[in-house]
Each structure stands twice: as structure tokens, then as C-alpha cells.
């Protein structure tokens, strides 16, 4: 009898034979050995059934057949793949293979897409075994193939997922055709289009509601000028200092002020320069001096939102980019798994790190990091640290270099190397210590009125080293001097004052989403959060997942409901994109809620966890389209609608 490996793709099928040393001959769709047989999916085989499938009566859109709910799914093979999907029918069937080994992608999706398969070849019971790794090492592959659980541990993940397609699939059929009957022809006559379909998704209307809400808050923006008050002190050493009504000062929460260090017109700020200039000779008195020292720890791993992020800031390419160049890396060994919510390593995988380490010897840039980390020993404590913790990993574990397959890097883009390198040195950060500043802040007193200055130097660079100095810190001998000057001051020093300005400033309109941190805020919820701990902090399932979130804004944009720069990576509207959100905004506003759309993510991994069932999230699901749909049938807003649309045109 012969075991069945199947992959996902054909390259992660070869991966799987050399793993397993077996003598293969290659056959049509798959390869055979001795002891196994391994094929592929190519991607989905299988895909759900479009309404008509259940009644012809459902191709013609109408509004008297919505909602849609059917009561049980229906299924078709993709008539594109449909000879690869009989090959792997039939070798699930076949009467000499015994074991099937599932070696799809490790997530929910890869997960779908065997089960589907599975499903519609009407296999006869065998034993089932599902393969689960982190990357594409032949060592990884034997761990993979040696733990395998059976495929019934793996249950809860499968509902989840097809939970999932349902979701999408029923939002998408009904709030589609819904609104599309209900408002498609005042869209196309605004548009000059002949014919217009408003495209409805979970996902993908919320983040359409992100943008649109963030370009009206920039747009409705009003611009508020403000003045502040800085101080130069000293002689040879020109100390700056910036004013603030702290307590004690008669201008402490005044009206006149914009906040606590500017005043919102500019006489009051000339008159309150004046009164500090009245009499000579003008001094400035050192009233505190505190010196502290500030320590600051590697940043946590990527998972791929934050590499995304990363390289549509670094390099200006689109998140779906990313993920293509790290999916490419991945197959050709060199990094783990990319689709992955976690920033930290197993404790079993920290446990072996120093394979990863050795291997990556070869590679001429990181020898030189690899010296100090060997010398250190710190890859022997890494488990101690935070950048190691079982509760934060779901499926994966973040994404670091594996020390294997290297070679390949020669076959890379520029783009793919610099991935890489990204990658490598995020990894190599985090076994140096922490980078440590000495800090000075100065208060100094005018008439008792109190100015602020606060300095900081690079003691030492610790994983700096690695991560390059911040630019801010690139001139340390010229920083080095002034803060010797600095750090030696005393209370009750007497100090020169070299001139007071006044500086105009301005209100700032929030910033447009980049294609990076849109993936970042859906990430979190719809919160663009900047700091990086705080973001580390955050639980939620968010908005989308890793693996999908790069594909709905490849969508947006390709059906004209977002537009991309791509030299900036500045996501903003179409015109399309905002008369379709106006629509949604009076009929489905619940759909542009980034908390709501979270929370149906959330549900799906309850249902993977086995906290609530299928069942049971079915029936919510399906109350919740009843509803919407019941209550849009209902509206008369058109007039609303139509004056929005001229409203929005009239914006470009």
C-alpha cells in the first residue's frame, strides 16, 4: 500500500520529494514512488456555485428573490483546473494508496482548499493526516510528515473556513445585487457609465470606509495657526528652549492659548515676548536639570503586516508585492512562513535558533553580526526574552530567515534581496542589547516663565549596530561635545539670553493612508496605531487576515473604488469609490464598521478554537443579511443619495 501526499502547488510537491529521498518518476498531474504517490492542487480546484446553479430563475437579478440563504451549499470543479482535479480524484481514490498525507498551506485557507477537494471527489474513508510546517526545509518537511495529527484534530479550522467562503460568498451575492437594483441607476447616469454594479464585501467595504472617512476629514479641515515662544540660551553653546504655561505661570490654561506652548494670535504671543524683554540685562536661570538614562529593546519580529508596512515606506511596493517576493523567498527555502499574524518565536523554536544562525554563516553580510552574537551567547537565552512566547502564535510563529537556501538569493530581484535583507537584520536585532541613551532635560526660568529643552546621545548603540543608527543620531562626535556642555550644568545657573522668536505653526490635517499602513490599521481594527509596543500589545483577530488583506486592496483598486500612487504608496478615493460608499453609508452603514467587521473575524477563530459552532454562527450570519436586506428593500433615500453624488462630484 502507498501513502498520497498532496501539496498545494507543484514547486511545494518537489520540495516534498526531495525531502522524502524517494526515487520518483513524473507522471501526468503527479509523481510516483515505490511507497508514495505526491500531486497538487493548483491553487482552488473547487469553487462555490453561483445562485442560478440552485434555480435558473436566480441568474436574473431581482429584488422579490433576496435575501439568498440557502439551506445547504453548492459546490463545482473549476472548469479551468477540472484535468488536475481528476487527476487527484482519482489517486484519492485509487485502491493501493491507504494514507492520505494533506501538506496544503498550514492556515485556514489551505485548509479550504484540500477540503474541497476532498468533499467533491467523494473519497471513501482512509486515514487522514494533516501536515503542518512552518517552511520549506527538508528538515522542517520530515518534522512536518513525522508529527502529522490526524485531519480530524483540524475539524474546527475547516468549518471556520468554509464559515468563511459562506460569509464572503452571501454578503457579497446579496448586499451586490441589492444595492446594485436599488441605486445602480442613478450611480451610472452621475457616472456616464452604461452600466454600473456596486460591489459589496465584508472586508472590502470597510476598508473602503477607512479611506473615504480619512480623505472627508482632510478635505473638512480647517487650518488653525498657532505661535509659539523659543528661547535661545548661552554663548558659545546655543541651547534652544520652547516655552509652556506650566502651572504658576499667569497664562496656565488660558483661553489665549492654542495649548499649553502657543498662543492662537499672534499680538498676544509679540505682547508676552515684549513683557519678557522689558528690562535689561534678560537672563535666563537654570531652575532643574534631571539626567536619566533610556533603554530601547530591538523591535519585535515581522509578521507580514508589519513587513508590508515596511517595505511600502522603505521601497514605495504594494503589499500584495510584498507578499509575492516573501511567498517566493519562502519556496525557495530561504525564509518561514509569510502569511502569519506573530511576532514571536516558539520556545521550541528558540531552542534550535543557533541551526538558523549557523546556517546563515555563508551569507558575507551577516557574518560580522554573527561574530559579536557568538561571542555574546545570547542566542542561548533567547527564550527568556520577549521576543519569545507560545500564547501570542495561532498557526506560525513570525518570519525569519531559515539559514537554508541561500544560493537562491542570486536568482532574486533587487527588490527580493533587499526583502531579504529586511528580514535578516530584524531577525539578527534581537539576540544585541538593548541601544541605551543619556538623557538631559533642562528647565529654565525668564521672569519665571519656564522654557524646556531636552537632549539626548547614543551611549551605547547595541542592536543599532545591526538596524543602523536613527538618523537623528548620525553625527555623534558633534552631539557627544554639546552634551558633555549640557549634562554639566547646575541648578541656579545664570544663562544668556541670545534673542526670544516667536514661530508660527500650523494645525495638520490627518495623513492619508500609504498601502502599508492601511494593511497595519486593518491589522488593528481600523485604528492606525503608530506605536510599534502598543501595536504589539493590541489582541483581535482584525480586519481581514495576513494572507488576504494585500488581495482586497489589489481588488479596490483594480475595480476603481481606490486609487494608489505608485511612486508614494498613498492610497486615496475614486470618485466611484466615495459615490459607493455614500450608498452603503444610507442603506448597509453597518458594513463600514471597522469594530462589526472585526468582530465577524473574531467569531471565525472562535469556531476554529471550538468555542462556539457552526451552527450557531450560521444562524447570526444569516439574521444578520434577513435584516439588512428586509430593512434596505424598505428605504426611499434615493433624493439623499442624489445629492451626495453631486456633493462628491463637484470634489473632482
Avoid at 523567498?329 to 516558539?346: F, G, M, N
Avoid at 489589489?554 to 470618485?575: E, G, R, S
Amino acid at each position: 500500500m502507498k501513502s498520497l501526499y498532496i501539496a498545494e502547488k507543484p514547486s511545494v510537491a518537489r520540495e516534498f520529494a526531495k525531502a522524502l529521498h524517494m526515487n520518483t518518476k513524473n507522471k501526468d498531474g503527479y509523481m510516483e514512488g515505490d511507497e508514495a504517490v505526491i500531486t497538487w492542487c493548483v491553487g482552488h480546484l473547487v469553487t462555490m456555485s453561483y445562485p442560478e446553479k440552485y434555480d435558473t430563475k436566480l441568474k436574473r437579478w431581482s429584488l422579490e428573490t433576496l435575501p439568498f440563504l440557502p439551506e445547504s451549499f453548492k459546490y463545482e470543479v473549476i472548469p479551468q483546473v477540472s484535468k488536475q482535479f481528476n487527476i487527484v480524484k482519482e489517486l484519492l481514490n485509487r485502491k493501493d494508496v491507504d494514507t492520505i498525507y494533506v501538506c496544503t498551506d498550514s492556515g485556514r485557507e489551505g485548509e479550504y482548499i484540500y477540503r474541497l477537494v476532498e468533499q467533491m471527489a467523494l473519497m471513501e474513508k482512509k486515514e487522514r493526516k494533516r501536515v503542518w510546517i512552518d517552511s520549506q526545509t527538508e528538515e522542517e518537511i520530515l518534522r512536518g510528515i513525522k508529527n502529522a495529527k490526524s485531519l480530524e484534530e483540524y475539524d474546527n479550522l475547516s468549518s471556520s473556513a468554509y464559515l468563511r467562503a459562506k460569509e464572503d460568498y452571501l454578503m457579497g451575492i446579496n448586499f451586490s445585487r441589492l444595492l446594485t437594483l436599488k441605486y445602480a441607476n442613478t450611480l451610472s447616469a452621475f457616472l456616464n457609465e452604461e452600466r454600473v454594479v456596486i460591489s459589496v464585501g465584508r472586508v472590502m467595504t470597510c476598508v473602503l470606509g477607512m479611506v473615504v472617512r480619512r480623505e472627508r476629514e482632510i478635505r473638512d479641515f480647517v487650518e488653525t495657526p498657532f505661535y509659539k515662544i523659543a528661547a535661545a540660551f548661552g554663548e558659545e553653546m546655543k541651547i534652544e528652549g520652547e516655552w509652556k504655561a506650566v502651572e504658576g505661570s499667569p497664562y496656565f490654561q488660558s483661553h489665549m492659548l492654542y495649548n499649553e506652548g502657543g498662543f492662537k494670535a499672534r499680538e498676544d504671543a509679540e505682547a508676552f515676548v515684549s513683557s519678557l524683554l522689558a528690562e535689561e540685562p534678560v537672563k535666563g536661570i537654570v531652575a532643574e536639570v534631571k539626567k536619566t538614562q533610556e533603554k530601547q529593546k530591538a523591535p519585535l519580529l515581522f509578521n507580514l503586516a508589519e513587513l508590508q508596512n515596511e517595505c511600502s515606506k522603505r521601497y514605495k511596493i504594494s503589499p500584495d508585492e510584498t507578499l509575492k517576493i516573501t511567498q517566493e523567498l519562502y519556496e525557495k527555502k530561504i525564509v518561514t512562513y509569510p502569511r502569519t499574524d506573530a511576532r514571536v518565536l516558539s520556545k521550541a523554536v528558540a531552542k534550535e535558533i543557533h541551526k538558523n544562525l549557523n546556517g546563515l554563516m555563508s551569507y558575507e553580510p551577516a557574518k560580522v553580526f554573527l561574530k559579536d552574537i557568538l561571542e555574546m551567547k545570547s542566542y542561548k537565552s533567547l527564550d527568556k526574552t520577549k521576543y519569545v512566547n507560545d500564547k501570542k502564535i495561532t498557526d506560525h510563529y513570525a518570519i525569519i530567515p531559515t539559514g537554508q537556501g541561500l544560493g537562491a538569493l542570486n536568482s532574486l530581484s533587487e527588490t527580493g534581496k533587499k526583502i531579504f535583507n529586511l528580514i535578516l537584520y530584524r531577525f539578527l536585532s534581537i539576540f544585541y542589547p538593548e541601544a541605551v541613551y543619556q538623557k538631559v532635560a533642562l528647565r529654565i526660568h525668564i521672569k519665571g516663565e519656564a522654557f524646556f529643552s531636552n537632549f539626548k546621545v547614543l551611549k551605547d548603540e547595541g542592536y543599532f549596530k545591526v538596524a543602523g543608527r536613527p538618523k537623528s543620531q548620525e553625527n555623534p562626535e558633534t552631539e557627544n561635545s554639546f552634551f558633555e556642555f549640557v549634562k554639566e550644568l547646575k541648578k541656579g545657573t545664570e544663562l544668556t539670553v541670545d534673542g526670544i522668536q516667536i514661530k508660527e505653526g500650523k494645525t495638520s490635517p490627518p495623513k492619508r493612508y500609504s498601502s502599508g499602513s492601511l494593511i497595519l490599521a486593518m491589522e488593528n481594527a481600523g485604528k492606525l496605531i503608530e506605536d510599534e509596543d502598543l501595536r504589539s500589545q493590541i489582541q483581535g483577530s482584525g480586519i481581514g487576515t495576513s494572507a488576504t488583506r494585500g488581495e482586497i486592496l489589489k481588488k479596490l483598486f483594480t475595480i476603481k473604488y481606490l486609487k494608489l500612487n505608485k511612486k508614494t504608496q498613498i492610497v486615496t478615493p475614486d470618485l466611484k469609490g466615495e459615490m459607493v460608499y455614500d450608498v452603503v453609508n444610507s442603506s448597509l452603514p453597518s458594513m463600514l464598521n471597522p469594530e462589526l467587521t472585526a468582530s465577524w473575524e473574531k467569531g471565525l477563530t472562535q469556531v476554529a478554537e471550538g468555542q462556539i459552532s457552526e451552527k450557531i454562527y450560521m444562524e447570526k450570519l444569516n439574521q444578520y443579511i434577513l435584516r439588512r436586506t428586509n430593512g434596505v428593500k424598505g428605504l426611499n433615500n434615493q433624493g439623499v443619495i442624489k445629492e451626495s453624488y453631486q456633493n462628491i462630484r463637484n470634489e473632482y
